[in-house]
């Protein structure tokens, strides 16, 4: 079990030397306390959020719920601030206007439980929706084993946190709107669809009613998961098998690496905390694996045997070079010019020296 508590804070004059944090309001006391931030003795990373109690599906909804949002002012996730919203009613006796910055509630809109009863929605009506970090994190392993077959598997898991699906709360808000909305649009409220799970769908929600656009129970879920971090099936081949293969033993295997999660429906990465914003999840692995063993003896047999064909292979290079050698010595240039290319007998002599008389008398040669 995870725990993190703020031991020890610097004075600074506050309860709990508290830094950052809301006011929210405590029905257990009727008061408002200061909760989330850092404080002393108290665990940080919890999340506050409105609670969704309904949608407003028909005429009769929407007379019923008198109140006013002004959480709908706020800026919130995407970067605008709202327009106030209040009831048909209320708009009506107070003489509200949209150019004052108000706008009416409507069929389809959220209908956000008031929890100190004042019938204003507002900071003050946020509740724990949970921690940012799992309470529990841990893993076991399994073996099952059957006639040469080996399953072997690892699971990870993580319990007693929340987290926020931040992108089907920004797609199904039009947060920017030339961007598709995910699968969830076709459970938007709409008059034709008046028993769907979620409320309308309009452009720039964050501009409107913000149905979407606040931290509420819709989107931060339990990220409670069960991963499957690593599943290996592996076959041991019979011994009288790979007794001909010359082998001791012959494993074959193939193993996945993080192959999925159950978890909540909205969460592609559970293990992540706080919001999820298009992550990349943890990639998909399948490794194929072989795991030969042999024996000494037989490990030694065939290295007498490479050895062997070793010197062969030598003996024949050797023998191959010398024969090259010996033919090559019996080679000379064209040019060559040795002891038995001289004269070898008188008229050979003679007719050298009839040959250099005749060119000296042909050139002209002044001595």
Known sequence: MEQNTVLKLPFNGNANNRQGGQQVFDPKTGQLIWVSGFQE????GEVFGFVSDGI?????DLASYNKTDLAAGQVWFNGSAGRRV?????ITERNLTLAGGWLSTQLGDMKWKDIDNNDTIDTRDMVSLGRQLPRWTGGFNTTFSFKGLTLLTRFDFGLGHIQQDFQQMWALASAQGE???TDLVKDTWTPENPNASLPRYVWADQLNTKNFDRPSSMFYVPSDYLAFREVTLSYSLPVSLIRKLKMSALNLSVTG??????THKMLNLPERTGAQNSAYIIPTQVIFGANVTFNLNQIFKILEKMKTLKYYIYTLVILAG???CSDSLDLVPEDYFGNESFWQNEAQVNNFMVGIHKQMRTTNLCL
């Open 56 to 60: 407003i599906r028909t005429p009769e």
């Open 257 to 262: 690496q993080n192959l999925g999660y159950i």
């Open 86 to 90: 209040a009831s048909p009613k209320i």
């Open 179 to 181: 961007f598709n909305p």
């Open 322 to 324: 010398i024969s090259s």
């Open 41 to 44: 003795g108290q665990e940080w």
